[in-house]
């Protein structure tokens, strides 16, 4: 009897954990950029912050997508690390969304009545329904009916076993509430979801396996294991990463200390207001409030000491890259004053200019720089122009004149432009690398004099020199690298039609030339605008010759 139990609760796990990663990523699809959207612009504060990590949490169930979320919109310079903390404080009372639905409806219901019919739904929209966004609701429909399927196997598995072994199981002693934090960690750590432990723990409690105190102390030991995900996570990841996982771990750990110190007065507190609810009978409603309420308490002892937190995580974890890519002229206090912020971004987009200018000098010089290291610096400059276009979005504008209005709009503009040269280093290095390969010295050549003209381009245009300011050298370097991409780009198609090279050699070869060239564009545009000596008149000029406002697109080889 035991035996096929145990059977049958590895089933409803396994059921269950594939439910609840349906689930996600079927509410992620249809949620699409709302989420991201929500997340962005409803952390202006740690309060905000916690508020958004409880309700995206909640929707996608799943603390874990949440985080990476948020360690993105940390590197892209939109969230501070005092903001991206207190999403990550709110992820842990949202994911308790999990053992409310295990207690409530996995308990009080004929599980099977609602089940299949929600599955049913779920599966003809995944098959049926014309977009990816209501494929997405029917995948996570589908998801909802397994999780209760799962759970009700479960349900029933522990039934078996509480009729095996008995209810003997309290862990009434301080001993026994060690022992079941232990149990609770193991189970996240192996079934790398907390949600999963906590719903096998609700479980186990309502079938009679194990005692209120007990499965108490096994869900706090759960919440700390689920930072066991963030810690596997981040451990090639970025500074910013890490340090936001240090954060988590150091949540929950914190949290999961005081909850298990403070464990018979919150036993003695929840049991009040289960009795208020009229719930006192129920266990794993009881511990469903148990599990918000001590996460709960944890925002309110961590998110007043969040800002010492993030200056203490500040500290750790530096790389040469992060430097790079943080601005040096910035500050949150010229955001008030539109004339002293349009003189510091001025210096920053000189700053990334010399910056991304470097980069491609390495990109296409003979060297040991690789794509990856060319790949790192680059990101790290596409994190800064981000973060001078956020800044650029928050100068106060109630009294800025015009020509500080255009000279922000400029600005954005210039960190596009440059943040577009940085992406194409890599294919740059790309193509310096592969034209070093070739066999056909004609081909090498060619290739090499239209890096060596872009090399041309770049040096000219570190000048700071005004617009008027050896325009003619700069013309001709630019005309000599039209001709020499154009020949280059000949002798590649000539070179495959005569068998000379393959065509998928050929065709990546291509790509790259023709990202080298947009990158130079790129770069060109840019240097014009930062030399326009009338900046009031330097959008309408780049207009005039692109033919109105448009965003950047690769070009066509």
């Known amino acids: ?69 948020t360690i993105g919109f940390v590197n892209a310079g939109l969230l501070t690390l005092r903001q991206a903390l207190g999403v990550v404080f709110g992820t842990n009372v949202g994911t308790t969304m999990t053992g409310w639905f295990v207690s409530l409806v996995g308990f009080g219901f004929k599980i099977e009545s609602f089940a299949l019919p929600i599955l049913t739904v779920g599966v003809a929209m995944r098959l049926l329904a014309p977009g990816k966004r209501h494929q997405g609701l029917g995948q996570a429909l589908a998801g909802f009916g397994l999780f209760f399927l799962g759970l009700a196997i479960l349900k029933d598995a522990f039934g078996g076993l ?36 906590i719903a096998i723990i609700l479980t186990a409690a309502a079938g009679g396996i194990v005692g209120v105190e007990a499965a108490a102390a096994a869900v706090i030991g759960a919440n700390i ?10 451990i090639k990841a970025t500074p910013s990463a890490k340090r936001l996982a240090l954060g988590h771990i150091a949540f929950n750990v914190i949290t999961g200390v005081v909850a298990l110190a403070l464990l018979p007065a919150m036993l003695w507190w929840v049991g009040g207001m289960a009795r208020w609810f009229g719930v006192e009978q129920q266990p794993a409603v009881f511990l469903a409030l148990f599990h918000t309420a001590f996460n709960v308490l944890g925002v309110a002892l961590m998110l007043p000491f969040a800002n010492r937190l993030a200056r203490w995580l500040e500290r750790l974890f530096h790389s040469a890259e992060e430097d790079l890519g943080r601005p040096q002229h910035l500050d949150d206090t010229l955001v008030s004053t539109p004339e002293l912020a349009v003189s510091a971004l001025r210096e920053e987009l000189l700053r990334l ?11 296409i010089s003979r060297g040991a720089v690789s794509p990856n290291a060319v790949e790192t610096q680059a990101a790290a400059l596409r994190t800064l122009g981000a973060t001078i276009a956020n800044f650029v979005a928050r100068v106060r504008t109630e009294k800025m004149s015009s020509d500080a209005a255009e000279e922000l709009a400029l600005t954005v503009r210039i960190a596009r432009y440059l943040e577009e040269a940085a992406r194409l280093a890599p294919l740059a290095r790309t193509l310096c690398e592969g034209s070093g390969r070739l066999a056909d010295p004609c081909l090498r050549t060619l290739l090499e004099r239209s890096l060596s003209d872009v090399a041309r381009c770049v040096a000219l245009a570190e000048r700071t ?29 000539a070179a495959v039609v005569g068998g000379r090279l393959s065509v998928d050699a050929t ?4 790509d790259d030339l023709s990202a080298t060239r947009r990158l130079l564009d790129q770069l060109v545009k840019a240097d ?28 066509e080889p």
């Open 353 to 363: 200019r010399a910056l991304v200018n470097g980069i491609v000098r390495s990109a």
């Open 507 to 510: 065709d990546a070869l291509l």
């Open 465 to 493: 020199e005004t617009a008027s300011g050896n325009d003619a050298e700069r013309t001709t370097a630019l005309e000599q690298f039209q001709d020499a991409y154009q020949q280059a780009k000949a002798g590649l198609l």
């Open 1 to 69: 009897m035991s035996y096929e139990n145990t059977l049958s609760a590895l089933g409803g796990l396994a059921l269950f954990l594939l439910a609840l990663q349906m689930m996600t990523e079927g509410l992620r699809t249809f949620a699409g950029a709302g989420l991201k959207a929500l997340l962005g612009r409803w952390t202006s504060t740690a309060w905000r912050g916690v508020v958004s990590g409880i309700l995206i949490t909640g929707l996608v169930q799943s603390s874990s997508a949440v985080t990476v979320a």
């Open 528 to 555: 014009r605008l930062l030399r326009t000596p009338s900046r009031a008149n330097a959008i309408e000029q780049e207009n005039n010759r692109e033919g109105g406002v448009q965003p950047p697109r690769p070009m």
């Open 162 to 197: 509480a009729e095996t072994y008995g209810t003997s199981i309290s862990g009434s002693d301080q001993s026994h509430w060690l022992a079941f934090l232990l149990v609770g960690f193991v189970a996240t750590l192996l079934t790398q979801s907390s949600s999963a432990a």
């Open 225 to 234: 294991g689920t930072t066991s995900s963030a810690a596997l996570a981040v």
